[in-house]
């Protein structure tokens, strides 16, 4: 086993596993965390990401495989997508995939998903498509709210990490999304994006 990359919240390990190449997420223990608490969150995010990674497929998603999921020191094996994080492409390959990612986001909040966690490392381009990881913090919500939230969060990414292409990749990113949530789904959300940004603004200022 390999170890990959050191997370605030887990470790990931590459590894083989029956003949497979896989990726070890584990969620380390936290020793300013009550450890009981801490357990048990750990556990409950182990079990969401898992469970999440494998229904998302049903709607068309493409998600890594689970092989094996360890409650006791909560890690999952799983499938290792080959590809590249989109956070790490191109700029105009960014731009082009926006609209994929869009897609996607909104085929997950259609079927009453929030990912919870929508950064532009948590999709992994391989093979023409656009893979989404990093399901820990989903949940199952069909609040506009919570929707608003998720969209909030990657243009925030959009706006910081990839600030030259925010608005090209933005506007496909929103038209991906519009394309499968629909027009009066999708106002009623932007309108709440808006709001939660005149809210930070104003939380700046106080
Ligand atoms: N199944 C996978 N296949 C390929 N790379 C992965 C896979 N899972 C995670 N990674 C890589 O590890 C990184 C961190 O994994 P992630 O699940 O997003 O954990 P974290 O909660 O630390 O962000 C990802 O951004 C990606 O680069
Ligand atoms: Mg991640």
């Given at each position: 086993m390999e170890l990959v990359k050191k997370g605030a919240e887990a470790d990931i390990y590459t590894s083989i596993w029956n003949n497979f190449k896989t990726i070890m997420k584990i969620r380390k223990p936290k020793n300013y965390r009550n450890p009981t608490l801490d357990k048990n969150l750990r556990k409950q995010r182990t079990i969401r990401e898992s469970q999440t990674l494998m229904e998302v497929k049903s709607f068309g998603i493409p998600t890594p495989l689970v092989y094996f999921v360890n409650l006791r020191d909560s890690s999952i094996i799983m499938q290792r997508i080959p590809g590249k994080p989109i956070?790490?492409?191109p700029n105009s390959k960014i731009i082009s995939l926006s609209r994929q990612m869009g897609n996607h986001v909104g085929l997950l909040h259609k079927n009453g998903?929030?990912?919870g966690d929508l950064t532009t490392s948590n999709f992994i381009l391989f093979q023409d498509k656009v893979y989404v990881i990093d399901?820990?913090?989903s949940q199952k919500t069909i609040k506009p709210e919570d929707h608003a939230v998720d969209l909030r969060l990657i243009k925030e990414i959009l706006n910081s990490a990839h600030a030259s292409i925010m608005e090209e990749s933005w506007k496909n990113f929103l038209s991906g999304y519009r394309n499968v949530v629909g027009s009066t789904t999708y106002s009623k959300i932007i309108k709440l994006v808006s709001e939660i940004e005149s809210r930070g603004r104003y939380a700046t200022v106080v």
């Amino acid at each position: 086993m390999e170890l990959v990359k050191k997370g605030a919240e887990a470790d990931i390990y590459t590894s083989i596993w029956n003949n497979f190449k896989t990726i070890m997420k584990i969620r380390k223990p936290k020793n300013y965390r009550n450890p009981t608490l801490d357990k048990n969150l750990r556990k409950q995010r182990t079990i969401r990401e898992s469970q999440t990674l494998m229904e998302v497929k049903s709607f068309g998603i493409p998600t890594p495989l689970v092989y094996f999921v360890n409650l006791r020191d909560s890690s999952i094996i799983m499938q290792r997508i080959p590809g590249k994080p989109i956070h790490d492409l191109p700029n105009s390959k960014i731009i082009s995939l926006s609209r994929q990612m869009g897609n996607h986001v909104g085929l997950l909040h259609k079927n009453g998903i929030m990912h919870g966690d929508l950064t532009t490392s948590n999709f992994i381009l391989f093979q023409d498509k656009v893979y989404v990881i990093d399901f820990g913090l989903s949940q199952k919500t069909i609040k506009p709210e919570d929707h608003a939230v998720d969209l909030r969060l990657i243009k925030e990414i959009l706006n910081s990490a990839h600030a030259s292409i925010m608005e090209e990749s933005w506007k496909n990113f929103l038209s991906g999304y519009r394309n499968v949530v629909g027009s009066t789904t999708y106002s009623k959300i932007i309108k709440l994006v808006s709001e939660i940004e005149s809210r930070g603004r104003y939380a700046t200022v106080v």
